[in-house]
Each structure stands twice: as C-alpha cells, then as structure tokens.
C-alpha cells in the first residue's frame, strides 16, 4: 500500500513538472544583448568569443556586465585566478554580427588575484564588472528593478546560443520560481533546444528590469526537473555601491 501511494505521488509530482516549448518568444525588448569577444597576449586559445553580455546604468554610471565563469573556462587550469593579467589583451563585445558596435571595456572592477576560479563558491557571485573604455554600439543599457519577484510572474532572458552564427537577439521565456540562496530558480516556458553561449547574459522583468544574469543549473526534487538558476543582483548591486562610494 505505502509503495502504490509513493508511486502515486511520483506520478502527480511529475506530472505537474512544466513542458516547456523549445521556439522563441513573441515578446518584444530593444537591442540588450552583446556577445563576449577575446584577444589574447599570446599562444593559441580555443575561444574567440563566448558567452553573452550587456550594459547596466547605476547611479550614472555605465558598466559592461557578464557572468565570472566564463573566465573559468577560457583560462587554462594553470592560471584559474579572477584576473586578466597576462592573459586577456583585449575584450570586447558587441551584438553577433555587428562587430562594428563595439564596446570596449578597461579595468576588470572585481579583480581578485587571491580569489580562485575553482572554487566551489565560483557561481555564488556570478559576474564579472569591467569599467568602459569606449562604447560605439546601439544597444540599451539596463538598470535594476527594485521591487521583489513574485512567484509566477514571467521573466526573459536575452541573447544568442553558442549555435548561432546570425540574427538580432532571441527572447526566451521563464516563469519565476523561488529564490534559492543567491540564485533564482525558473521554471523553462519557451527555450531554444540548447542553453549553451547564453551564460552572462541579462534576466529581465516585462518592463525590461534587471533581475539577474544567466549563470547556472539547479535540479528541483519538488519541480522534478532541472531548472535554469541564473544568479541574482543583490550582491552585484551592493558590490557598485561600495565600488561608486570609495
């Protein structure tokens, strides 16, 4: 009897699990997205280009945003530490297929030679902060959405996968979940087949607010299902702040 009723509660469970859509959203944002480009001081390195990025308008400032474990995986595991030093001689970013809208970042702002990138707290705080040197492209910098998440409601991530080679950004679609320690959990609605390239790229509210940057993967045991769990804006906003007072 107790082993129907678990299997009857497995079923129930896994039924409610979402069915998510894998196409593009109708939902409509102007020009957010960048993609991460590299040149490096010397030697032959696998990536060019990876991952997906934007700017962020604080306190009437403009910083280029992306997420820290793209580091971790252009670095050889001979130098995994949060620096660029000797290694990254340029990085840009621009929309795929736009190179000549170029953003060029200057100094790496959370630049911690002492910090790890095998750490296991790598995805806690998810982000990489680059001041701007010079920014030649059309895209809208984002701010921050200030009021609390509410369960249900429909979030956006914006950019292109590591697949694509062509075309404006892409609108995903999520219905947040809850949080969970300094990442959101969200439940997939409409995604492309493959996630991939999206990491560092923006979450965003129907207004187009910040609410987070496409970091990780959580497996859910009540949702049974592995959800995208992009890490939130707390501590990137409290880092802005100390970072903008000094």
């Given amino acids: 009897m107790k082993k129907n009723l678990y299997y009857l509660l497995f079923i129930v469970v896994f039924a409610s699990c979402s069915k998510a859509v894998v196409s593009v959203s109708d939902k409509q944002f102007p020009s957010i997205s960048l993609i991460n480009h590299y040149e490096y001081f010397q030697g ?5 280009q990876l ?12 910083f280029a945003i992306t997420a820290k474990h793209i580091l971790a995986v252009i670095k050889p595991d001979s130098s995994k530490n949060l620096t660029l030093d000797n290694f990254v001689k340029t990085w840009t970013m621009s929309p ?7 953003v060029i970042v200057d100094k790496l702002l959370n630049e911690d030679k002492n910090e790890s990138l095998k750490s296991k707290t790598l995805y ?18 984002l701010e921050f959405r200030e009021k609390p998440l509410i ?43 493959k996630m991939g390239g999206l ?9 187009g607010k910040l609410v987070g940057i496409v970091s990780n993967n ?15 804006t707390d501590d990137l906003k409290a880092f802005l702040n100390n970072y903008l007072n000094k």
């Fill in 124 to 141: 806690e705080k998810d982000w990489l902060v680059f001041s701007i040197k010079e920014n030649r492209s059309n895209v809208l910098p």
């Fill in 199 to 207: 990491s560092g790229g923006p979450v965003v509210d129907e207004d």
């Fill in 96 to 102: 795929l297929n736009k190179e000549n809208e170029l």
């Fill in 218 to 232: 959580e497996f859910s045991l009540f949702a049974m299902e592995k959800m995208p769990a992009p890490v939130g």
């Fill in 151 to 193: 369960k249900g409601e429909k979030l956006y991530v914006i950019g292109w996968t590591r697949h694509m080679k062509e075309g404006d950004q892409r609108v995903y679609e999520f219905e947040f979940y809850k949080t969970k320690g300094t990442h959101l959990l969200m439940k997939k609605l409409i995604i492309p087949e």
């Fill in 44 to 48: 032959k390195h696998e990536f060019s």
């Fill in 51 to 62: 991952g997906t990025a934007f700017l962020l308008n604080y306190k009437n400032d403009t």
